[in-house]
């Protein structure tokens, strides 16, 4: 159903440490208006600074995930100060999703397609349903999908990258798990089960360490052998300086329970 004009374009509910932000433009397919990827931005910034948020959750409302920008308005102003100022916005919030230290889980109910394929790329993690598609599909069109291409790059293989983005054509959900754009593939009536599973299981961990497992592992990708390791030391390190990491290797050694760990 599409939503009243004065209702908002990104719903936000928390529970229990998990924070969820529903893309609600269904009438668009949820189509990234420059509008929508501002709340996004909005609210990442928030929770980023929130202690008590430890895992986010990226869903959509209607039969789509998201359709990727919205052609609607970039077609009203193509130029180039106009789409330079689009796309700056649009990765801005892409690295975001990376930046944040909560880790974030697309929860793909739909069509994913250009920048809404780009967006799973982006998330962390990804559970996906069966009849969820995936493509980018921009050079079909003669628009080759630039910015999807570097989110996608850094999730598939080179050649079923190239595939993907060269031919336009539509992957299924198993395809995209086996590629590594999604890592958990579920019938239709396990998607919120599968992603409360796996989001509690993070949301259970310290979140310290959480925080400083994710920075690592988007700094050390981008670096040399050599410079990953030395990043890596550099966060161990750190991470074995916090109390609540000490006692609970102490309550693993002493096979004791867990401590409960604090807000970052």
Known sequence: MTPLSNEPV???????????????????FNALSSELLAALQSELDA??????VRVVVIAAAGKAFCAGHDLGEMRADPGSEAMTALFKQCSRMMMTLTEIPQPVIARVHGMATAAGCQLVAQCDLAV??????????????????????????????????????????????ETAC?????????????????????AGSIAAKS????????????KQLEAGLEGAYEQASKVITANMQDEATRAGLDAFVEKKPMPKWPDR
């Open 10 to 28: 990104l719903l936000r509910s928390d529970d229990q440490g998990i924070a969820t932000l529903t893309l609600n433009r269904p009438g668009k």
């Open 47 to 52: 929770i980023a600074q929130d202690a008590s």
């Open 128 to 173: 996906a349903v069966e009849e969820a598609t995936f493509a980018t599909s921009g050079i079909n069109v003669g628009l080759f999908c630039s910015t999807p291409a570097v989110a996608v790059t850094r999730n598939l293989p080179r050649k079923q990258a190239m595939e993907l983005l060269m031919t336009g054509d539509f992957i299924d959900a």
């Open 178 to 198: 086996q590629y590594g754009l999604v890592n958990r593939v579920v019938p239709a009536d396990r998607l919120d089960t599968a992603v409360a599973e796996l």
């Open 207 to 218: 979140p310290l360490a959480v925080a400083y497992g994710k920075q690592l592992f988007y």
